[in-house]
């Protein structure tokens, strides 16, 4: 974590500032739409569920796709400050604006199709074990599990990697994409779990964000991991996983 706590100093007296002021803005604007009752379904859990199509009022899905982009901005935005700093580098002063934008855009695509999928996998959850509660113990099983993977570390040394981008023509403005692209696959793998568990419970969701936005400081600029199992968190997560679906099905 000291490395996170490091690059978020340098991040706040560099220029990339303008990263954590759009986190800070964008969590205080996901805090509000949380404490809206009106929107409150927007934080997962059974709820959302089983009352958005029953009752036919889809005019929440903006609202969703609102919440899911303030969900990138908080969260994402300070991961970036490595990936920016490297596309910044390697483009010409003339094209260095286009080529952040165009990296952003690449970013956000598979992230924003990965968070449709965890809304539906964690309805699915919710109806599959009849509750909340059980749903984020299986989810957090499972994502111990993964932490402790070959594949895990694998993912996390992948958002660490810094390609090579061309400086000239079509070649670069399709670069900067790409590395947009990749960078945000390597997240994903990483960190969808994690992701994952706040949309399992609506009561805890704004928790659970900062508490998988803190692990997910933590591995960006923290020493790449070893690529070896961990038994241990595997160990634990299976455990955790068996016990939450036992007491989901005792429960029922």
Not at 28 to 35: D, G, N, W, Y
Not at 55 to 75: K, Y
Not at 189 to 200: K, Q, R
Request: net charge positive.
């Amino acid at each position: 974590m000291r490395g996170a706590l490091a690059a978020v100093s340098a991040m706040a007296r560099g220029p990339l500032w303008p990263l954590l002021a759009i986190s800070g803005a964008c969590w205080v604007a996901m805090a509000t739409m949380i404490l809206d009752s009106p929107l409150v379904r927007i934080c997962g859990g059974p709820v959302h569920w089983e009352t958005l199509p029953a009752d036919g009022r889809w005019s929440i899905l903006p609202s969703q796709l609102v919440f899911d982009l303030l969900m990138l901005g908080a969260m994402m935005s300070p991961l970036l400050a490595h990936n920016l700093t490297c596309v910044f580098r390697q483009s010409l002063a003339a094209r260095k604006g286009r080529a952040a934008v165009l990296f952003i855009l690449g970013y956000m695509s598979p992230w924003l199709v990965a968070l449709f999928g965890l809304w539906a996998l964690s309805g699915l959850l919710a109806q599959a074990l009849r509750s909340d509660l059980a749903a984020l113990a299986v989810t957090l099983g499972a994502a111990l599990v993964w932490q402790g993977t070959k594949l895990k570390a694998l993912a996390i040394r992948g958002c660490h990697r810094t390609p090579a981008l061309p400086a000239f023509g079509p070649r670069a403005e399709l670069a900067s994409f790409t590395y947009g692209l990749r960078s945000a696959a390597w997240c994903v793998a990483a960190c969808w779990l994690w992701m994952l568990a706040p949309f399992t419970w609506a009561v805890g969701h704004l928790w659970l964000m900062i508490g998988a936005f803190g692990l997910m400081l933590g591995e960006r600029y923290g020493r790449p991991p070893q690529v070896r199992v961990r038994k241990a968190w595997v160990g634990t997560g299976v455990v955790v996983a068996i016990g939450a679906v036992c007491f989901a099905h005792l429960a029922g």
